[in-house]
């Protein structure tokens, strides 16, 4: 089975966002909503302090509870990856695989499915 990864050097990064807007374009995510996020954490006791910042996203799990909690079968596993996907036309809206989700990455679209990124 291939397994996909995404490399990110977290020591690298500045907290631009633009991994951000190339997941919004990727997955067309609409206006307000978001499939990754940067956090930016504050560490040490003044004056010695260091900022991190991170980009956090969807990991597609080796075992996500998102597709086990999914009752109709909509959240799946791409076959030979390790890509985690939706079928639109088989979600309901349940928001279980939402409840499920261990990274926040989840939200229902405008057209009343669980979208997931690509």
């Excluded at 954490?41 to 996500?64: D, K, Q």
């Amino acid at each position: 089975m291939k397994r996909y990864a995404m490399v990110i050097d977290t020591k690298r990064c500045i907290g631009c966002g633009d991994c951000v807007v190339g997941c919004k374009t990727e997955n067309d995510v609409p206006e307000g909503l978001n499939r990754d996020w940067i956090v930016e954490e504050v560490n040490g006791v003044f004056p010695i302090l260091r900022t991190e910042y991170r980009s956090e996203r969807c990991n597609h799990c080796a075992n996500p509870p998102c597709v086990y909690a999914c009752p109709t079968g909509a959240s799946f596993i791409k076959a030979g990856t390790n890509i985690t996907l939706v079928h639109p036309e088989k979600c309901t809206g349940c928001k279980a695989c939402i409840a499920a989700c261990p990274y926040d990455a989840r939200f229902i679209m405008p057209q009343g499915y669980v979208g997931k990124c690509t």
